[in-house]
């Protein structure tokens, strides 16, 4: 399930009730954010651990600041709530794809 995240107490309770979360950045007026949205969820299909949150900058000013997001779409990593990796703008999907079977691959402790 992939949810919508409206607010900065939304996106850091999500950072800390999921071990593995990963937070999408858009904006509405970007095409590339929009075409690669999609993909990103149909990957994450195989990786049922990662949980998956989007948050539209456009709306959620603040959040800008908070993680740095200097483009768009930017793609944030976190395990337990540490930032992990971050893809922006152009994201690969071969290499983050071989990132996240490391992620799952890696044993809870």
Do not use: W
């Amino acid at each position: 399930m992939n949810k919508e995240l409206s607010s900065i107490e939304e996106i850091d309770a999500f950072i800390q009730n999921n071990r593995l979360s990963m937070l999408y950045f858009s904006q509405e007026n970007c095409s590339v954010c929009h075409s690669v949205y999609p993909k990103l969820k149909d990957l994450l299909t195989k990786f049922p651990s990662i949980k998956l949150a989007h948050v539209d900058t456009s709306t959620v000013e603040e959040v800008v600041g908070k993680f740095l997001i200097f483009s768009a779409p930017t793609i944030i990593m976190f395990i337990d709530q540490r930032e992990t990796f971050r893809e922006g703008r152009f994201v690969q999907f071969g290499p983050l794809a071989a990132r996240l079977q490391q992620i799952s691959d890696f044993p809870v402790v």
